[in-house]
């Protein structure tokens, strides 16, 4: 079962708050990154472009603290959850609460897609 | 924004224990229901089949109490996690960890797909 030993790896990765490292060994080239938001970072293709959002993201946000959960694992697909305690730069802490999708395609995500949570 | 508003009234009668009044109202006749194990309920396609799967889990399953979070949306699909304190029976008491990946359209969930946690 290719897809769980990918999802323990990445997902072990995140609890250790590697994400850069977890992006750096289990995406592929090809990585498709897709955000629950428009704008400009909505849909990012190739391993540059996703890893210069996670690069603005980390400069852009103080975390306090991430709790990981999972992974959730079905067919060549699962999904983590992050909780995250954060504070955007010049904005008031809070917490995020999200879920990614992971889709697999021979041992390397070939997609990531991220669902928010919070208040209705 | 059509597909969070079907999330949140699916989410909350799920957060009630309402679960078939959940389905009766929000999925499309055409449902296709995703199992993430192998077997005879693996998929099933239709109002009727996915019916007839709910019923025999509830009878074959005692349910203490289930937490429902989410849900979780991005663009026509949502999440929900449901964690389960259930006694199968004729088994031992157990908590399940699940996910559910709804896909939405016109305004009727078409798919259903569960993820699984759990030990690694």
Redesign the interface.
Known sequence: MHT?IIA?AFTALCAKGEFIEAGRIHWSDDILS?E?MPGDMAELKGRAAVEAKGLWWHANHTVHSVKV???????H???V?FTMDVTPRGGTRLTM???G?YSVLEGKIVEE?????GA?
């Open positions: 769980k323990d897709c629950a959960e999972g992974p959730y694992v079905h067919g697909q699962f999904l959850r609460d999200e879920m999708l897609r991220f669902f928010y949570g209705a």
